[in-house]
């Protein structure tokens, strides 16, 4: 006979059971739909910090910022100051800019960006050689003169590898550097202690441009390799001949390569020649002020300008998503080639500059 109270015959315990064995299932699907949620979110969130991180910091006014930090130290503005404040506000920059220092990331979205670290990189080549030649030629009378001791503690500290993460952090010892400048440039500044040098001398700056149009040498032919090309190998010793005492005057045998950026490698590239206008821009414009008196005897201010406008114009806003690597005369523009074009026009215009530099 059937129980009254349950007509159907089910069992409570079995219904109860099975909703028991849903239970988890569920739970399950609506945790896994929350986790894919919050990672798309996350995901959405680190692109667009990255795409923010990834934006280039604005050019600043060299002469302006010198004079207003030589105006709130009440120090006078002396010889040598835009160029040491101009290199000190580049450090920072590539330290305090959006998103700070992204090369040596080790979380995302800093890990997963390539082109501001390139970027970041082509800077500090540039704070690199200035900090040199500030060590070796600007701040000594000769060669056999005494090095300051500031700057001696400031080259090394901005030589540190870029790619340290910690112990210590490669921030740690560029901040370390941007200090030892910012001692330098104090006692250069201080009447009461003139224990700190500047000489712009023809001699100093032409040894400094000569490092520059080797850097920039460099770059337009990296640049030009985006689309690959065939070139002499310009790295042999003395070419040897076609034969074994061949006559003289013959043609002797030349060594051919192909040349050609791994295509992953194209926007670094790109993006470290940009870093490298960016901060020998300032840096130029900087000169211009301090070396005044010497470009102005060598009727050479105009080159330093015309180098300057180069490089800006280099500068100017990527408007393409990526960095299109067309071929010379293809449909799609090639940016690398248009990049190595203002380059190897300033580094002309450096060469020009030098040569009015040794002339008496």
Not at 178 to 193: G, H, K, N, Q, V
């Amino acid at each position: 006979m059937p129980d009254v109270k349950n007509p159907a015959g089910h069992q409570p315990g079995r219904a109860q059971h099975t909703a028991r064995v849903a239970h988890p299932i569920v739970s399950g699907y609506w945790l896994s739909r929350i986790f894919g949620g919050v990672l798309g979110l996350y995901v959405l969130v680190a692109v667009i910090v990255g795409w923010f991180w990834s934006q280039e910091p604005e050019r600043f006014a060299v002469q302006k910022l010198a004079q207003s930090s030589a105006e709130a130290t009440q120090r006078p503005l002396v010889t040598g100051y835009t160029t040491v404040h101009t290199l000190k506000q580049v450090a920072a920059t590539l330290l305090d800019k959006s998103g700070g220092y992204l090369t040596n990331d080790m979380t995302p979205p800093g890990l997963w960006l390539d082109n501001m670290p390139s970027w970041e990189y082509g800077v500090l080549v540039q704070v690199r050689d200035m900090s040199r030649a500030l060590r070796k030629d600007f701040s000594r009378s000769q060669s056999q003169s005494t090095e300051d001791v500031d700057l001696a503690k400031a080259e090394p500290r901005f030589n540190f590898d870029n790619k340290s993460w910690a112990l210590p952090a490669s921030e740690a010892e560029y901040r370390a550097g941007i200090r030892y400048l910012e001692r330098y440039l104090a006692r250069l500044s201080d009447p009461s202690r003139p224990t700190a040098q500047f000489y712009s001398r023809a001699d100093n700056l032409n040894n400094w441009l000569g490092d520059t149009a080797t850097r920039l040498g460099s770059l337009s032919q990296r640049l030009s390799a985006s689309v690959g090309r065939v070139r002499l190998n310009t790295e042999l010793g003395a070419a040897p001949t076609a034969a074994a005492g061949s006559a003289t005057g013959e043609v002797p045998m030349l060594s051919e390569q192909t040349d050609k950026t791994p295509w992953l490698q194209i926007d670094n590239v790109f993006y470290e020649a940009r870093g490298q206008a960016w901060a020998l821009s300032h840096l130029l414009r900087a000169i211009e002020v301090d070396f005044a008196d010497v470009l102005t005897k060598k009727n050479a201010t105009i080159s330093v300008r015309q180098i300057v406008r180069e490089l800006e114009a280099s500068l100017d806003p990527l408007w393409s998503p990526m960095v299109l690597n067309g071929s010379g005369y293809g449909v799609l523009a090639n940016h690398s080639l248009v990049m190595a074009n203002y380059l190897s026009r300033a580094n002309a215009a450096i060469i020009d500059l030098r040569q009015l530099l040794s002339q008496g």
